[in-house]
């Protein structure tokens, strides 16, 4: 069974600092999504990777997928409260590659 | 505007009364699914559809039914509700569930089974 794990699960830290989090499996994906869910809204996506060891930047936030394609992390510089809510990746699973899995996610929390 | 929109946001009911909750989308796509939300265990994936007459089980089909007439719209079916479906419920679609094609969700129904 293909999962994605991600870490930590809950995070509080004050507005400038820096945080990474991280979604491993051990099963190869050919891309992986991150998306971000505020309360009461449905995920809305930020990214996708596709080619093992991508990075993309998207303003603060900084996306790598792992070289063999089964971990990918997301990076912010300086966290501002704006950028509270809960982080979830997101990956194509099944035989067929026609199911979609979600890791639990991380929720993350910036104190102003 | 490009939408998912999904039907009632909020229900309230009792164990074994049938619901459906609906789910519409305008942009066309062939992808839909419908997943649930439960504290602890994530965003699952109830079931899915690639394409007008064909749907498939996802993670968590147990309990419910779904059907898919037209390419717009795919209602999720609670024939007979039991306590443990009380979840939030999110629809989404897509042009497919490969590589890049973000999903587009819906806000959402909260579902309460007493």
């Known amino acids: 069974t293909q999962l994605l794990e991600q870490s930590p699960q809950f995070l509080s830290i004050q507005e400038g600092e820096n945080l990474t989090v991280y979604c491993n499996s051990s099963s190869v994906f050919s891309s992986l999504q991150w998306y971000r869910q505020e309360p009461g809204e449905g995920p809305v996506l930020l990214v996708t990777?596709?080619?093992?060891?991508e990075v993309k930047k998207l303003k603060r936030l900084t996306f790598q997928f792992g070289d063999a394609r089964k971990d990918s992390s997301l990076h912010i510089t300086a966290a501002q409260p704006g950028d509270t809510g809960l982080y979830l990746c997101a990956g194509a699973a099944g035989d067929r590659d026609d199911k979609i899995i979600f890791g639990k996610g991380t929720r993350l929390h910036i104190l102003p | 505007e490009a939408q998912v929109t999904q039907n009632p946001r909020y229900l309230i009911t009792v164990t074994g009364k049938k619901l459906t909750v609906t789910c519409s989308q305008n942009m066309n796509h062939e992808y839909m699914s419908w997943y649930r939300q439960d504290p602890g265990l994530g965003l699952r994936q109830i079931y899915y559809?690639?394409?007008?007459?064909?749907?498939d089980k996802g993670d968590v089909p147990e309990g419910y039914k779904v059907s898919r007439k037209e390419k717009r719209n795919f209602p999720l079916i609670l024939e007979s509700p039991s306590p443990n479906q009380t979840s939030l419920y999110f629809c989404?679609?897509?042009?497919?569930?490969?590589?890049?094609?973000?999903?587009?969700f819906g806000d959402g129904t909260r579902l309460s089974i007493l």
């Open positions: 559809s690639m394409n007008v007459e064909v749907t």
């Open positions: 989404a679609s897509s042009w497919g569930p490969y590589s890049n094609q973000p999903q587009h």
């Open positions: 990777v596709v080619t093992g060891g």
